[in-house]
């Protein structure tokens, strides 16, 4: 899922990364490549604690609905990718059935995208999940 982030730089101080999607996940580093290194381990780590918790994940929402908001006029825009499918949770192999048309599709689109069927699907459950809570 790729999260938005706004990154901010004061005077006299490194490069601020905020998750306007993710309440309470921030990170900073000295340079913009630190600072977007270290707040995909904070949205890693974050998230495996909703995880954990069985709390919602929370979904990513597009950059353009974050512009207006007076506490990101000033923000450069990156996205931070973050692969639901590789937290910590342990895998479980199961048996489902899927028409056969449509796991040819799921195959070709994990394969194009460099991804596995069982990530894909699992990523693809979790937004579906996420974004009705």
Not at 88 to 105: A, H, Q
Request: proline share 5%; glycine share 6%; aromatic share 6%.
């Amino acid at each position: 899922m790729n999260y938005p982030v706004a990154i901010h730089k004061d005077e006299d101080s490194g490069y601020g990364v905020t998750f306007p999607d993710i309440p309470g996940c921030f990170s900073a580093g000295d340079s913009i490549e630190e600072a977007l290194a270290m707040a995909r381990e904070a949205a890693e780590c974050h998230i495996e604690g909703l995880l954990l918790d069985a709390e919602p994940i929370p979904v990513a929402r597009p950059v353009e609905d974050h512009r207006n908001n007076k506490e990101y006029q000033d923000a450069l825009w990156a996205l931070i990718d973050i692969d639901l499918s590789k937290l910590s949770l342990k895998s479980k192999r199961i048996n489902i059935s899927i028409p056969e048309r449509l796991l040819n599709v799921v195959d070709h689109f994990a394969g194009k995208h460099g991804e596995t069927r069982s990530g894909l699907l699992a990523q693809a459950v979790t937004e579906y999940m996420a974004a009705r809570q």
